[in-house]
């Protein structure tokens, strides 16, 4: 996606060889409009499927899976990491190594807005390791919904998560997928190319 692509040369900042920040459109200030046009790509590319539920993990994940929900007429649901007063043990529960923080958080859906009638879509806003998407596809697999695949904003492809996940059969959908931070830089794969 061009103006995905463009908006990370111009303003993303690379951390190290592994890290990417974006927090100026994606991770903390949000672009409507960008997320707007990421929400109606993810929709375009799924646009043979049927799906009833949009799945995401707070908090980075909120924004576009809203406009995609927005798109297509699908609520939105996001895995909560701390459990909440108000999130009682009717949930859905896995677990989750997050890669920026280098810690282990339960991650947990109620039990009311999944269920086995559903077509899920799991949208994130980074793929690096996989963990995060598969701790959604384990709770996606708990509620007995039919999975209907993943869709990322920004995939690191040098990071194994890509390739394990597709290996297992799951259909990933990224927006930019990153070749390379080496040297301060963002190299991008082109469309198709792996
Ligand atoms: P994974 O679970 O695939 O190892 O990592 C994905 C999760 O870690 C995403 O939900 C995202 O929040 C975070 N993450 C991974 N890599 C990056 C990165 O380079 N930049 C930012 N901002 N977040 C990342």
Redesign the pocket.
Known sequence: MDALKEKIHAVGRV?SE??????SF??HQIDPLLMKQVGEEFANRFSDEVITKVLT?ES??IAPSTFLGLTIGAPVVFARKKKSLTLTNNTYTSQ?????KQETNDISVSRDFLSADDNVIII???????????GLVDIVNQSGAHLVGVGIV?E?GF?Q?GKILREQGLRIESLARIKSLKDGKVEFFEEGEF
């Open positions: 951390l592994d890290v990417l920040k974006v927090d994606l991770n993990i980075s994940g989750v190594y997050s890669f920026t994130d806003d980074f793929l690096a390791n996989g963990e995060a998407v598969k920004i690191k990071q998560g």
